[in-house]
C-alpha cells in the first residue's frame, strides 16, 4: 500500500472527549473515519462537523453492548470505505461506589461497556472488517491508568480496564506474526465529560464540591493538571502509524506522570 492511499479507520464512542479528537487526528492523516456512538443525533452531528472541516468523516449509531448493533456497524463501515486497516476501541463508560453496595447492574454493565466490548468488535473487525487478511494493520484500545492499579471506589471500572490491558497483551502476541499491532493506551485524569461527572461522583460520596475533588485529583498528577484528548490522540495516532510497527503488546500511558510503571 502506498503511503498516499487513504486507509479505513473505525473509532467507537467518538462523538466527544477522546474519541472525537482521535477521530479528528486519524482523518487529518489521510484515514478514512468511520465512527460509532450510542446517540445517533450525536453520531450526525460529530459527522457532519468533522466534514465541514474537510474530513473524510462518516458514522453510524453504535451500542457496543450488542452484538447485532456491532455487526452492523462493521458491516455497515465495510460497505462505506472498504475494509478495515485501523481499530481504536475507545467506548466506555464510568462507574464505581461502595463495592459492598454496587449491583449486578451497574458491575455487569461496566464490564459489558468496558471490557466485553472490545472482545465483541475486536473479533468484528478481524472477520466482517477484513482486518485479518491484511498484512498491516493496527488495533488499539482505549484502557486507563487504572487499568494498571486500582482505584478507591472504582471497582467495577478498575477490573474492566485491567481486563482491557491483558486482553491487549495476549491478543497482541497471537496477531504478532501476522504484521498486526495490539497496544493499549492507558490515559490518567483527561479533561472530558466523564471526567466531569467522575468528578461529580466523588463529591457526592465524600459530601464535598467538585472544586475540592478537582484539586485533590490534580495534586496527584506530576505535572499538576490533567492531560487533554489532543494528548492521548496524539499517542493513538503514532500507534496508527507505520513507524510503530514494532510497538505491540504494550500498555502506554498518558497520565501527566501520575503513573509511573
Not at 473515519?33 to 474537510?54: M, S, Y
Not at 452492523?72 to 464505581?96: E, H, Y
Not at 474492566?160 to 506474526?177: C, D, I
Request: negative net charge.
Amino acid at each position: 500500500m502506498s503511503q498516499h492511499e487513504q486507509r479505513v479507520a473505525l473509532v467507537s464512542g467518538a462523538t466527544s472527549g477522546i474519541g472525537l479528537a482521535v477521530a479528528r487526528l486519524l482523518a487529518s492523516r489521510n484515514h478514512k473515519v468511520f465512527i460509532g456512538a450510542r446517540n445517533a443525533d450525536n453520531v450526525a452531528a460529530t459527522v457532519k462537523q468533522l466534514q465541514d472541516e474537510g474530513l473524510d468523516v462518516d458514522g453510524t449509531t453504535l451500542d457496543v453492548r450488542s452484538r447485532e448493533s456491532v455487526h452492523a456497524f462493521v458491516a455497515t463501515a465495510v460497505d462505506r470505505f472498504g475494509t478495515v486497516d485501523v481499530l481504536v476501541n475507545n467506548a466506555g463508560r464510568s462507574g464505581g461506589g461502595v463495592t459492598a453496595d454496587i449491583d449486578d447492574e451497574l458491575w455487569n454493565d461496566v464490564i459489558d461497556t468496558n471490557l466485553n466490548s472490545v472482545f465483541r468488535l475486536t473479533r468484528e473487525v478481524l472477520t466482517t472488517g477484513g482486518l485479518r487478511e491484511k498484512s498491516r494493520g493496527r488495533i488499539i484500545n482505549i484502557a486507563s491508568t487504572a487499568g494498571k492499579q486500582g482505584v478507591v471506589l472504582g471497582a467495577p471500572y478498575s477490573a474492566s480496564k485491567h481486563g482491557v490491558v491483558g486482553f491487549t497483551k495476549a491478543l497482541g502476541n497471537e496477531l504478532a506474526p501476522t504484521g498486526i499491532t495490539v497496544n493499549a493506551v492507558c490515559p490518567g485524569y483527561v479533561e472530558t465529560p466523564m471526567a466531569q461527572r467522575v468528578r461529580a461522583g466523588y463529591a457526592a460520596a465524600y459530601d464535598t464540591s467538585e472544586d475540592i475533588i478537582l484539586d485533590k485529583f490534580q495534586s496527584k498528577i506530576p505535572l499538576g493538571r490533567y492531560s487533554t484528548p489532543e494528548e492521548v490522540a496524539g499517542l493513538v495516532g503514532y500507534l496508527a502509524s507505520d513507524t510503530a510497527a514494532s510497538i505491540t503488546a504494550q500498555a502506554l500511558n498518558v497520565c501527566g506522570g501520575l503513573g509511573n510503571f
